[in-house]
């Protein structure tokens, strides 16, 4: 990988990888820390990484550093938690995403992980396995419990829409 | 038990609720016939049943449990969400949806679980993750590096000895007193006779040396004394020796005779025919005894090289600096500079880059 592959993945993927690591750690500075600590893990091995899997790279090391961070802290409550629809115009559309924000959180970390690389980054099953190091059927039921789940959270008396 | 005008009643109501057995219900309608003023109460009891009404509920389907979305359809919905399916599998599943409306509903509530992929969410500070061509970052290993330097001033060490065939020897370096030089004072045994006659050298010190009386015998030689008495000499040197040896430095000056200026041997000029069998540290102890030689420059610490072209006091590894520039050692330090100005990027006037930090060097 050049400079200028390695500048071209800044530029393509770290608001991908940030908005994934936010989105589960919910702690803006954790996040940015796992990020350019994924980058600089990339420049180090520019080297052995090559351009056309630098996107799974990123993800796979940011996810590695993500689980290590939260094992390593072990936040119970979150502080400066981060608000996506804190603005919005339409009221319906951003209740709805508040639900399935909501939904989301109450997700394990890893059923999160699965649901966002799925339909943030849409990598496929082998690819989100290599990613979490989980093998594939794994991904796919893990997949749609969490699927479920957020169907059933979705459907409540309370959150219907 | 056999219907009669007390139990009548109790019989009438199984006949309506239609309890009864065939035989009783003949029995039944029989007594009544054999009673006519009873069969009006029958009739009023029978008035009593309720009719079956025609009745349908319209909302039975939404009482069902998803039953006809069984789990393979489920399941079928879920991998076209995450588009998973091949094509003729997700036309097959498409045409299932179309024909079954609790299928459809269902697709519309797991779709209603998938993220919106348009990104609101952007990386603060991104341009700090962008690498310049400048920007090179050094790793540096301060143990390794270290280790390096260790061992080449080893080899260096050990090499300078194979490498520089001028080396001297490893003991060559003599500390001489700077402030006294030995002298001697040749004094010959008043009591002895002459052919018995010794000349007891002593330093300064007072202190003999084997050296010292390997003189005497050369002066009783020089002064003619005859073989047979050499061994006095030497018996008599030994003694001496013993004995001085035993004497405090301070009161250990056996003054016998101090001959005189013309009687000055010149332990030189007796010695040269012998000089042949003489090694290096008793020509050094003459020397430094002979008055007639210069002072010696560098007295503090010095090699054993007193020749007047050693003047100059540069020494690499106990070789001269020129030498070395000449030698194979010079090579590998001029390789070695080279290297590291390359590698840190030192260079006169440019400042040494580690990790990014600048260091500067003059």
């Known amino acids: ?161 | 038990m056999l219907i009669n005008r007390n139990n009548y009643e109790t019989f009438f109501l199984l006949y309506a609720d239609d309890e009864l057995c065939t035989e009783k219900r003949i029995a039944v309608e029989s007594f009544v016939t054999l009673n006519e003023d009873l069969r009006g109460e029958l009739n009023m009891i029978l008035a009593a049943i309720l009719p079956a009404d025609d009745f349908s509920y319209t909302l039975k389907d939404s009482l069902y449990k998803n039953s006809f979305v069984n789990g393979s359809l489920q399941e079928k919905l879920l991998l076209k969400i995450d588009n998973e399916l091949s094509v003729e599998e997700l036309n097959e599943l498409n045409n299932t949806i179309a024909a079954n409306p609790s299928a459809l509903k269902e697709e519309q509530l797991l779709a209603s679980t998938k993220l919106d992929t348009a990104n609101t969410v952007l990386c603060p500070q991104k341009e700090l993750l962008y690498k310049t061509q400048n920007d090179t970052v050094v790793v540096f290993k301060i143990v390794r590096w270290a280790a390096a330097a260790i061992l080449i001033g080893v080899g260096l060490f050990f090499g300078s000895s194979i490498f520089n065939k001028k080396a001297l020897p490893v003991n060559a370096v003599v500390k001489v007193n700077p402030t006294i030089r030995p002298a001697l004072s040749i004094q010959i045994a008043d009591s002895l006779k002459d052919e018995q006659a010794i000349a007891v050298i002593k330093t300064d010190s007072g202190i003999p040396s084997k050296e010292n009386i390997k003189k005497v015998q050369i002066v009783a030689v020089a002064k003619g004394i005859a073989t047979n008495k050499k061994n006095n000499i030497e018996k008599y040197s030994a003694e001496n020796t013993n004995i001085i040896n035993q004497k405090e430095l301070a009161s250990n000056k056996e003054v016998l005779k101090t001959i005189s200026p013309s009687e000055n041997i010149s332990i030189q000029n007796i010695t040269q025919p012998q000089t042949a069998s003489l090694n290096k540290q008793d020509k050094l102890q003459m020397a430094l005894t002979n008055e007639n030689i210069e002072p010696l420059e560098n007295t503090y610490a010095q090699a054993i090289s007193f020749t007047a072209a050693e003047k100059s006091n540069n020494k690499i590894l106990y070789m001269d600096e020129e030498d070395v520039k000449r030698s194979k050692v010079g090579t590998v330090f001029k390789k070695l500079k080279r290297m590291i100005e390359r590698t840190a990027n030192i260079k006169t006037g440019n400042p040494i880059r580690i990790g990014g930090f600048q260091i500067g060097a003059d």
């Open chain 1, 1 to 161: 990988m050049t400079d200028k592959e390695y500048n071209d993945c800044v530029k393509l993927y770290a608001d991908n990888v940030f908005r994934f690591i936010l989105k589960n750690l919910r702690n803006e500075e954790d996040a940015r820390d796992v990020v350019q600590g994924a980058y600089e893990k990339m420049w180090v091995s520019r080297h052995k990484v090559d351009n056309d899997k630098c996107r799974s790279f990123l993800f796979t090391v940011a996810y590695n550093n993500m689980i290590d961070h939260i094992r390593k802290n072990k936040r119970v409550v979150l502080k400066d938690e981060f608000n996506e629809t804190a603005l919005g115009s339409d009221g319906l559309q951003q209740n709805a995403k508040r639900i399935l924000n909501e939904a989301l959180s109450k997700l394990s970390e890893t059923q999160r992980s699965l649901v966002m690389l799925k339909d943030y980054e849409g990598y496929n099953y082998a690819e989100i396995g290599e990613i979490t190091g989980l093998n594939e059927s794994q991904v796919k039921v893990y997949l749609h419990r969490a699927r479920l789940l957020l169907r059933e959270y979705i459907v409540k008396p309370e959150n219907v829409i």
